[in-house]
């Protein structure tokens, strides 16, 4: 009997946030940014040449690497370009981690870590987060093989500062260090700036979030030219060609326009702010966000009740069903108009179930 079956890979894949088909739907559960990206952005995409789509993009994205080291103030040499910091992540993951001592990374965080470590066969360790859900910084003292952790965290929302970086570089001279800087936009520490003293230290980021640009994919990484040309390296022995000639236009009149990116970014925040009060005023404990979502529960209502009731009011946010966060929900933070029908809803939910 044929045993071809037995081959096959058998991995639990990572699960995003619903897609759903309707268009009329209040979306806060994907963390997508609720503005249009950079009009500059848009021109660029529409004055694109559609003919030059028949040659090959250039296969280290030279024109875009170029802007976004003048903007983040380092060489060329130091930015490393994917199709989204998922890509970037995946490529970080078989450039640095390959030793047999474990990897480390929080109980809770982002859930596509352990896919890649089941999948490229990385042994791995978790710490868990204290009951306030903060890093504890001494966890990641003892030996590992590397460390990965977002900055600002997510589900949870909540960032870490200077002090703390620096204390985790430290803790980790020996081990290759990725901070995922997906969120760090809205409000976040970012450790770019360190990467020039702490050449093991590896910052992703993506234009996803704050640029408003998912349905592109670019992620970018910026480290040291001995961690950069490594990734370069296992890119072009997988896919020299990560970033297509769209996107490379539109993610340089992105990144130029930084008025638009600052003014989009402050005004997430500032409806953020202004939804975490809100809920808190109606009992929920919300947590400090650095990032363009909340991470919210409350004592005495069900967070998956609520989950399930705002899906039929078509306003769609995250619940995620795991040990030690399974009350709890995470919010898109939309625009106003968005924020305002959540929260009446949220509300109703509130009157309905106190009667």
């Known amino acids: 009997m044929s ?6 890979r058998n991995i639990t894949p990572y699960v995003p946030g619903e897609q759903s088909k309707d268009t009329d739907i209040i979306k806060l559960n994907a963390n997508e940014n609720p503005y249009p990206p950079s009009p500059a952005a848009v021109m660029a995409i529409e004055e694109f040449n559609a003919a030059s ?4 993009p250039p296969a280290d994205a030279t024109p875009l690497k170029a802007a976004l080291a003048e903007y983040y103030g380092v060489q060329l040499e130091n930015v490393f370009l994917g199709n989204g910091s998922d890509d970037v992540l995946a490529l970080a993951f078989q450039a640095f981690f390959n030793s047999d001592k474990p990897i480390v990374y929080p109980d809770i965080t982002y859930s596509f870590y352990p896919v890649w470590c089941d999948l490229l066969k990385i042994p791995y360790k978790t710490y868990p987060l204290t009951e306030d859900f903060r890093v504890n910084l001494e966890d990641y003292r003892a030996e590992n093989g590397g460390v990965v952790l977002p900055n600002p965290n997510a589900p949870t929302s909540i960032g870490e500062g200077e002090d703390f970086i620096r204390k985790l570089m430290e803790y980790n001279q020996d081990s290759v260090v990725i901070i995922d800087e997906a969120y760090v936009d809205f409000g976040g520490f970012s450790s770019v700036a360190l990467t020039k ?9 993506t234009f996803s979030k704050s640029r408003s640009l998912a349905g592109l994919r670019i992620g970018f990484a910026i480290g040291s030219k001995a961690l950069i040309s490594v990734l370069e390296a296992v890119k072009n022995s997988y896919n020299s060609y990560t970033v297509d000639a769209l996107s490379i236009a539109a993610g340089i009149a992105s990144v130029k326009d930084d008025a638009y990116f600052k003014a989009t970014t402050a005004r997430v925040m500032t409806t953020r702010n202004r939804m975490a009060k809100e809920l808190r005023s109606l009992g929920f404990t919300v947590a400090d966000s650095c990032t363009n979502f909340l991470f919210a529960t409350h004592s ?6 609520l989950f ?10 995250r619940y995620f069903n795991l040990p030690r966060i399974d009350n709890h929900i995470r919010i898109t933070v939309g625009t106003d108009r968005e924020a305002d029908i959540f929260l009446a809803e949220v509300r109703q939910f509130l009157k309905e179930k106190k009667q």
């Open 3 to 8: 045993n071809w079956k037995d081959n096959l």
């Open 53 to 56: 789509l028949r040659l090959y």
């Open 197 to 205: 003293e702490y050449e093991n230290l590896l910052v992703t980021g």
């Open 300 to 305: 005495d209502y069900s967070m998956k009740t």
């Open 308 to 317: 399930q009731y705002l899906k039929t009011k078509k306003v769609f946010i």
